[in-house]
């Protein structure tokens, strides 16, 4: 019989009061208009933070996604929801999205000692439907190798769309070392053949699946359904929105390669990333450090 120990997780209290600051500043919903938006990227406003990626199998942060931010003339700082769609459709996304991989490019040998695995960014769809794509793609890629590597998130609900599109920009991407996961499954309506034809090396189960698994069986059902579903497509999992120790330990039996959410660490600085890495550390339930980065 398989023996399975549940991971129990040390956080420094020193960094708690970081991320209930980092919190409250991205609540911020001022007007806001395309020129104020280019205005501000010209002035070099725009911030990557970065979320971790925790291993369940041996506790280690072993990759983080990066997270747009939006710093304002008064300080404050808008989060992505609040400016991406605005920079899509006033054709400011490339230019943002360019900006954002420089700045990640730069902060190269400070990632290079966290030792992650890979850094995952978000793509828009109006991006990876332009021919330049893969030239603004393989800057990122080229700029991190060495370091780690680049997986690329694409929604669900946008896999759908158009699936050659979709299929012909993931071919070129692996072919440069980047990888590809299909984001917030679970909330859109991506057939299940796109998840058969298209070279997804990573699947994220939504938050809302997590957040409710406790609620109802259905709820349970439905999440370790699609747990299986991925594990029998050999893709790697990663649960989005993991907030408690009790989700955490179910996950992990489940046999979940991967979580993501506020127990681990909400985004934030690479200065916040650096000492959530220098400070985390897991252990058995016996005592014994299974990782640890002090």
Same mark, same amino acid.
């Given at each position: ?23 409250? *500043?991205? +609540?911020?919903?001022? $007007?806001?208009? !395309? &020129?104020? #938006? /280019?205005?501000?990227?010209? @002035? ?10 925790? *291993?369940? +199998?041996?506790?280690? $942060?072993?990759? !983080? &996604?990066? #997270? /747009?931010?939006?710093?304002? @003339? ?25 900006d954002l991989f420089n700045k990640i490019i730069l902060l190269r040998e400070r990632l290079q000692p966290l030792d992650l695995n890979f850094l995952s ?150 200065d916040l990333l650096e000492e959530l890495c220098s400070q985390s550390q897991f252990y058995l339930d016996n005592g014994v450090i299974l990782h640890s980065?002090?």
């Amino acid at each position: 019989m398989t023996t399975i120990t549940t991971l129990q997780p040390l956080h420094s209290p020193s960094i708690a009061p970081n991320y209930t600051a980092l919190s409250h *500043s991205e +609540v911020h919903n001022p $007007p806001f208009d !395309a &020129e104020l #938006l /280019a205005e501000r990227l010209k @002035a070099g406003a725009l911030e990557p933070f970065f979320q971790p990626i925790i *291993s369940l +199998v041996d506790g280690r $942060p072993c990759g !983080a &996604e990066v #997270l /747009a931010r939006l710093r304002l @003339a008064d300080g404050s700082l808008l989060a992505a929801r609040d400016f991406i769609p605005l920079a899509e459709t006033a054709n400011l996304i490339d230019p943002l999205t360019q900006d954002l991989f420089n700045k990640i490019i730069l902060l190269r040998e400070r990632l290079q000692p966290l030792d992650l695995n890979f850094l995952s960014v978000n793509l828009s769809h109006f991006t990876i439907e332009e021919p330049q794509a893969i030239e603004l793609l393989q800057t990122l890629v080229t700029g991190l190798d060495g370091c780690c590597r680049v997986q690329v998130e694409i929604t669900e609900t946008w896999a759908r769309n158009d699936r050659q599109v979709l299929r012909d920009f993931a071919a070129r991407a692996q072919l440069m070392g980047a990888s590809l996961a299909i984001d917030d499954f679970g909330t859109g309506y991506a057939s299940l053949r796109n998840l058969a034809e298209l070279p997804f090396n990573f699947l994220k189960i939504d938050l809302s699946f997590v957040s409710e698994m406790f609620d109802s069986i259905k709820a349970m059902t439905v999440l370790m359904a699609v747990i299986s579903f991925g594990q029998r497509l050999g893709l790697k999992l990663i649960a989005e929105g993991v907030e408690t120790e009790a989700q955490r330990d179910l996950l992990f039996r489940a046999g979940l390669d991967l979580a993501q959410g506020y127990l681990f660490g909400r985004p934030g600085s690479i200065d916040l990333l650096e000492e959530l890495c220098s400070q985390s550390q897991f252990y058995l339930d016996n005592g014994v450090i299974l990782h640890s980065l002090k």
